[in-house]
């Protein structure tokens, strides 16, 4: 039991492009529930049942626009703050909302001219945003999409989808094992072209262990079709 609990509690979930936290709000949830759940069971097999130790601690961002950084950072302690007093938990207000360091404001792919460094986490999970290759130069500019494929050459391809990159560097974490499986969204143009090249190099070091091909999504209010992709070691 307690080595499970002590497994709960230093679980950790990294959404690389978290925007306002909305996969981070239901991953700290679920492991809240988890933990109640057993805290649940513990009772009925006569031990102490303990106060929760999973916190906002255990899910990790990175947001490069520092509104929705922010707004993140609120999602997940309002997120706490209505579970613990959903399941009849007091909180102590001195202060109720603490700073939440965990949620990074800058870049996931680059750090000037080198490669982005991602936290350790358990798990990564989100939704990329979705750049088509005519798309990135008029988005991102000139310098910043050279910079990009330059690092990335050899593990990317040119003219990949921006949303791949995530990909691949969820799929390097788990390589050096800072990561142990990964859930991404991704347009469904990910199975074709260049794009499935980088699903191709996922299964030479990992498993796609949970693929929807093709599912309706809603992105900025437009109705559009994605794939859900999870990868990595399912048996852990």
């Not at 996969?23 to 988890?34: C, G, N, Q, S, W």
């Not at 691949?168 to 794009?195: C, F, P, Y």
């Not at 309706?216 to 859900?228: F, K, Q, T, Y």
């Amino acid at each position: 039991l307690q080595g499970f609990l002590e497994r709960l509690r230093t679980f950790c979930v990294l959404d690389p492009a978290c925007g306002s936290g909305n996969f981070l709000y239901l991953a700290l949830r679920t492991l809240k529930d988890i933990e109640h759940q057993v805290m649940l069971e513990v009772e009925t097999l006569g031990l102490q049942r303990g106060f929760p130790t999973v916190g906002p601690e255990a899910v990790l961002g990175i947001e490069i626009n520092p509104y929705a950084a922010e707004l993140a950072r609120l999602t997940v302690w309002i997120g706490e703050i209505q579970w613990m007093l959903g399941h009849g938990y007091s909180l102590n207000d001195q202060p109720i909302l603490k700073p939440l360091n965990a949620i990074e404001c800058r870049d996931a792919l680059l750090d000037g001219d080198q490669e982005a460094v991602w936290p350790v986490a358990d798990a990564i999970v989100g939704n990329p945003p979705f750049l088509g290759d005519k798309k990135q130069l008029a988005e991102l500019g000139d310098d910043y999409v050279d910079t990009l494929r330059q690092i990335y050459a050899g593990r990317v391809p040119g003219g990949a989808d921006l949303v791949c990159y995530w990909f691949e560097k969820a799929r390097a974490q788990m390589e050096v094992g800072q990561a142990q499986r990964a859930g991404l969204v991704a347009t469904n143009s990910i199975r074709g072209g260049q794009n499935r090249k980088v699903l191709e190099r996922i299964q030479k070091t990992s498993t796609i262990f949970h693929p929807w091909s093709d599912e309706p999504w809603i992105n900025e209010g437009a109705a559009v079709r994605v794939s859900l992709v999870g990868f990595g070691n399912p048996l852990l």
